[in-house]
């Protein structure tokens, strides 16, 4: 693996010109054991259309809010060897193709990362998780980076990328354990300024209603962290419309136990139009959301620019299983409905 320079806060960060010189080191083939992770990972559904609908908002919301602390309960790895599949097609390789068309998307800090990634190629050989594209947009800032998993060989990878990256190991720690119990102790650490001001939470779960060992859940955790003025994202999926409805009754209840002042929350969903109809199999998600809490408002304009756009590029779209791959995009501030 290349010996890359230590993070150097001197260093405009945004320096295509280096991170693209490292990521070119990264996806060269045969380039060292961080590159991507194998077919044994913890989440296997990288790359799908739910991941678009997560980092495409991510990368650009954390260039805006720039965080001291940017902290994930459950990091996954940092990237993933990208292969062709029926869902990848769906999701990523759909939006590498066609996120030229939306300036909204075409201009975005995701499809930059990824073209950075792919260098001279028409697509990158690796998919960059959450952690990653955290790491690369907030790499001209002395950040504080906390990654929980449970999956020791994911927190691995983003270790590895980190110092690829040129980031101190002060300034990235993994913990290999529940994230929803870590990140929920942590802030109770936070004093009000540093919380409201500096902390930005992201929160991936495959449920978001499984609690750990103490009863505490993703949706626990989001209250905690959205009341005590943490910039918070949760991402949160369905696969049927069954699916859906529980989540929505879910998310209610969570939030009015909570009492949780609705006026900081936003949500944007994407919906596959087919989603109720016969036949329908989802691309591994059937909709998606982000329920976002205490994000400035035009962090939010943009996701909402985003969200409209990426179902502007899906309108002729087929879905693996031959029905119409077209979204919908629905934006709310009324959270509990
Ligand atoms: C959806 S994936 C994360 C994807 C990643 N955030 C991204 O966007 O690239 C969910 C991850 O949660 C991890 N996980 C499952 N239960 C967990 C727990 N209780 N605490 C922390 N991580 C957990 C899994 O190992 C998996 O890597």
């Known amino acids: 693996m290349p010996r890359l320079p230590q993070y150097d806060a001197s260093k405009a960060a945004g320096d295509d010109g280096e991170i693209r010189e490292i990521l070119n080191q990264r996806a060269a083939p045969g380039g060292g054991a961080a590159i991507g992770y194998d077919n044994r990972m913890a989440n296997r559904h990288f790359g799908n259309l ?9 990368g650009d919301v954390l260039r805006t809010v720039r965080p001291d ?3 994930e309960s459950h990091a996954g790895a940092a990237s993933y060897p990208l292969t062709h599949s029926a869902n990848r097609d769906f999701g990523v390789y759909h939006f590498l193709a066609h996120a030229s068309a939306e300036p909204a998307l075409g201009q975005s800090a ?14 990158p050989a690796v998919y960059p998780g959450s952690a990653f594209v955290a790491m690369w947009a907030l790499l001209d800032r002395p950040v504080r980076h906390l990654y929980c998993d449970i999956d020791g060989e994911s927190l691995s990878t983003i270790a590895a990328t980190a110092e690829e990256l040129g980031l101190t190991a002060e300034a990235v720690e993994c913990v290999e354990a529940d994230g929803v119990g870590t990140v929920t102790s942590r802030i109770q650490t936070l004093a009000d300024d540093e919380a409201a001001g500096g902390t930005f939470l992201l929160i991936d779960p495959f449920h978001i209603t499984a609690a750990n060992d103490d009863g505490v859940n993703s949706l626990d955790l989001f209250a905690a962290a959205a009341g005590k003025g943490v910039k918070t994202i949760l991402w949160y999926c369905a696969r049927t419309i069954d699916e859906w409805e529980r989540l929505r009754s879910d998310v209610s209840t969570a939030l009015d136990k909570s009492g949780i002042d609705e006026s900081g929350l936003w949500r944007g969903e994407v919906e596959l139009l087919s989603m109720s109809e016969r036949g329908f199999e989802s691309p591994g998600v059937g909709m998606c959301g982000l329920l976002c809490a205490n994000l400035p408002d035009e962090v939010i304009e943009t996701a909402k620019r985003q969200g409209e756009a990426l179902a502007a590029i899906y309108e002729d779209a087929t879905l693996p299983c031959g029905l119409s791959g077209a979204l919908a995009f629905h934006e709310s501030c009324a959270c509990r409905t």
């Open 69 to 71: 602390r940017y902290w």
């Open 110 to 123: 995701h499809i930059r990362l990824l073209r950075e990634l792919a260098g001279e190629d028409r697509v």
């Open 50 to 58: 739910g991941d678009i609908w997560k980092h495409l908002p991510l």
